[in-house]
């Protein structure tokens, strides 16, 4: 859901949520910085997209249904956990003024608490794995717990090349532990490891990761312990921590919901449309968030938020907007007429994708300003307000209602938490919904155009293309030449920002 986010000691939280922000860089290379830094992250995301897809079909053919669901067991385990193992602390330390005199507390407290996290997951391995119904996912489930230390150990040059908007040697990264861990799984799986090939295959990809992360970020490990350091960078990671835990939790309880109410078969359809709505707006989001935290935290006040907020909902809206009214021809070109009970739930999720965008967004900005219990506080209420409604929604309507009533959650509840919440961190509302009119204008006519296209088109692949064509062409039509003034007005507004610092 949102990248996001007990209450700690007031005192110390209002000194994190009021610390200045990070050092700007040169005032001319803010904007160069930026656009390179979503150049790459674009790629990154495109190129390592394609990469895992491909890899995925092939160990579908490699290994049996049963192992892919043993993994699929413990790398939830492992994700859950990794959630917590980070503890806020890389968002910290990129939104720091004082990234040098941090660094060697966050690298201690990372390490302590990714090893306590490894032990643990290694203990209970095998209690664990029973619990979730496979006995055999035990040994992938140890093996794993080692990513949890290794990726603690590299929070402080993760975050140094977030910083420094340095998506180039990120994606080189990311590469490389694609390479290694494909080439490692597969050479494994040759030899006969079975399900253990992904695990081992993953380990040594995060080794040599971390290993690389140091490299390009030219740090080398630094620890130590300042108490006045620890209890700041706790007061803000662990809201941290806490929302994204309940991020992970808001995208998987639906699934609980529908199996307990409607079964399985129902099941089935809506992880369909929900992983299909996923498609862009991962995507998006994650090259939203390889730049708005780096972005805020050298900015002051909120008037740089209406800017790339207007930007992203001028880019998640279409795509979460064009999958609704394509989402019947298009679920027939890519699965087959059979998995057609899906798209009325798409239709609901692909809306309610572009509304996380937009979030994603909102939480970065809320980060950068401290309030990390903000973001904890809009999850919250965010998942009070989900679960009675799903149960609700789905014993009544079935996936249909359990799709639109993300929507309606996010509408009704979200979107005013996160309003007050932005208020309060002095962004002016009316600015921000003003940005993003001129996208929501337009999408009317674009879906009408889009829809009506595709009725009149014979054929599922010709209803996709012809009303995604036809919808593109009235939407870019619209807002191409506001896009171009509002991506300017975007650096202009930063540049302003960082100059009143």
């Known amino acids: 859901m949102s990248t996001p986010t007990p209450t700690p000691d007031p005192a110390v939280a209002n000194e994190a949520a009021q610390a200045p922000a990070a050092p700007a860089p040169p005032r001319r290379s803010l904007g160069r910085a930026v656009g390179g830094g979503l150049a790459w992250s674009t790629v990154n995301n495109l190129v390592l997209r394609i990469g895992s897809l491909a890899v995925g079909i092939v160990l579908a053919r490699i290994l049996a249904p049963e192992q892919f669901g043993v993994y699929a067991v413990a790398l939830t385990v492992q994700s859950v956990l990794m959630t917590l193992a980070d503890l806020g602390l890389s968002a910290d330390l990129i939104r720091s003024p004082d990234h040098e005199r941090l660094a060697p507390t966050v690298a201690s407290l990372g390490l302590t608490v990714g090893g306590a996290l490894t032990i643990v997951m290694i203990a209970t391995a095998q209690p664990v794995a029973d619990l979730m119904g496979s006995p055999a996912a035990s040994g992938a489930i140890a093996v794993l717990a080692v990513t949890l230390v290794l990726g603690s150990a590299g929070v402080v040059p993760y975050a140094a090349l977030q910083r420094r908007f340095a998506q180039r040697q990120l994606f080189v990264i990311a590469s490389i532990d694609f390479v290694v861990g494909t080439g490692i799984t597969l050479g494994l799986l040759a030899a006969g490891w079975g399900v253990m090939a992904l695990a081992v295959g993953r380990v040594v990809a995060q080794t040599v990761t971390l290993v690389l992360q140091f490299v390009f970020a030219r740090e080398r490990p630094r620890y130590g312990f300042d108490r006045s350091v620890a209890r700041a960078v706790l007061a803000f990671g662990i809201p941290v921590a806490g929302a994204n835990v309940l991020s992970w939790s808001l995208l998987n309880i639906d699934n609980v919901v529908i199996a307990h109410v409607v079964g399985a078969t129902a099941l089935g359809f809506y992880v369909l449309a929900f992983n299909i709505s996923n498609w862009p707006m991962s995507a998006i989001g994650q090259?939203?968030?390889?730049?708005?935290?780096?972005?805020?935290?050298?900015t002051e006040g909120g008037g740089v938020l209406p800017a790339t907020a207007a930007l992203t909902w001028a880019i998640a809206l279409p795509a979460g907007g064009f999958l609704a009214v394509l989402a019947a021809p298009l679920i027939v070109v890519v699965y087959g007429e059979k998995w057609l009970p899906s798209a009325s739930v798409l239709a609901a999720l692909g809306l309610f994708g572009a509304l996380r965008a937009l979030f994603d967004l909102f939480a970065s900005f809320?980060?950068?300003?401290?309030?990390?219990?903000?973001?904890?506080?809009?999850?919250?209420?965010?998942?009070?307000?989900?679960?009675?409604?799903?149960?609700?929604?789905?014993?009544?309507?079935?996936?249909?209602?359990?799709?639109?009533?993300?929507?309606?959650?996010?509408?009704?509840?979200?979107?005013?938490?996160?309003?007050?919440?932005?208020?309060?961190?002095?962004?002016?509302?009316?600015?921000?919904?003003?940005?993003?009119?001129?996208?929501?204008?337009?999408?009317?006519?674009?879906?009408?155009?889009?829809?009506?296209?595709?009725?009149?088109l014979p054929g599922a692949l010709l209803a996709l293309l012809g009303g995604a064509l036809a919808g593109g062409i009235v939407y870019a039509a619209c807002v191409l030449r506001w896009f171009l003034r509002r991506a300017k007005a975007a650096l202009a507004a930063g540049r302003s920002a960082e100059h009143a610092r």
Do not use: E, K, N
Not at 289 to 296: G, K, V
Not at 395 to 423: E, M
């Open 366 to 456: 809320l980060l950068a300003r401290g309030a990390s219990r903000a973001v904890l506080w809009t999850q919250l209420v965010w998942f009070v307000a989900l679960i009675p409604a799903l149960i609700v929604a789905t014993t009544s309507w079935g996936i249909v209602g359990a799709g639109w009533v993300h929507l309606a959650v996010s509408l009704v509840f979200v979107l005013p938490a996160y309003f007050i919440a932005l208020r309060r961190a002095d962004v002016r509302l009316g600015a921000l919904v003003r940005a993003c009119l001129v996208p929501t204008v337009a999408m009317l006519p674009a879906a009408t155009a889009g829809l009506l296209v595709a009725s009149l």
């Open 287 to 298: 090259i939203v968030r390889s730049i708005a935290l780096p972005l805020f935290s050298r």
